[in-house]
């Protein structure tokens, strides 16, 4: 039907207009008129009624560092890598709880936010920062004087960065001098990440 005629209800159509365009049309008297989009049998997009768009297969990963398991008296001089041990959603299985890296199953543009919740940074730390570390590069996210001992602080920050398939990201913490008192604890500090374009 090249006129595109929409009339009745009940009916898929899949052809064009009279201007050309490409129409996928699904109408259902029962109201629910979701398109769903299927790969290898499994749902990869669907539409729904109200124009709704959900990817279910799309990477996307929130992770945190579990109650009870903060990292606590971290190294000082050396990169650390901070451990979100627990995923709270992980669309596509990218991340990986037991190293703490997220690796990209398809090449694309990733968008990545974090936040780390710190006890007891030392007076006598040099600075602070966290980073991003992937395989094509490394991004410093956040760098902190420290003028004072800190009961607690906050180092957060998000990018967008392209990454190949099998390239990985994780976040590193690093603390220059001072004593080994800085905890990173759990109650706010989240990683999470998904595929942009």
């Known amino acids: 039907d090249s006129n595109g005629d929409f009339s009745g209800s009940d009916y898929s159509y899949i052809g064009h207009d009279t201007s050309g365009q490409l129409l996928i049309h699904q109408d259902s008297p029962s109201g629910s008129d979701n398109m ?17 768009i959900t990817k279910p297969l799309q990477p996307a ?12 008296d971290v190294a000082v001089n050396s990169s650390i890598t901070v451990q979100f041990n627990e995923e709270i959603f992980d669309n596509n299985a990218d991340y990986n ?15 990545f936010d974090c936040r780390l919740y710190l006890l007891n940074v030392p007076s006598n730390a040099t600075y602070i920062y966290f980073q991003l570390e992937t395989s094509n590069k490394t991004i410093l996210m956040q760098i902190n004087d420290v003028d004072s001992d800190q009961a607690y602080d906050f180092l957060q920050g998000s990018v967008l960065v392209d990454m190949d398939a099998s390239d990985t990201a994780k976040v590193l913490f690093y603390q220059a001098a001072g004593s080994q008192t800085t905890h990173i604890h759990h109650v706010s500090t989240v990683f999470s990440g998904h595929l942009v374009a």
């Open 36 to 52: 769903i989009f299927r790969t290898n049998a499994t749902e990869a997009m669907r539409i729904d009624g109200s124009g709704h």
């Open 61 to 72: 990963f929130f992770a945190r560092i579990q109650s009870g398991s903060a990292q606590e």
């Open 97 to 111: 709880n037991s190293n703490y890296t997220f690796t990209a199953p398809v090449t694309g543009r990733y968008h």
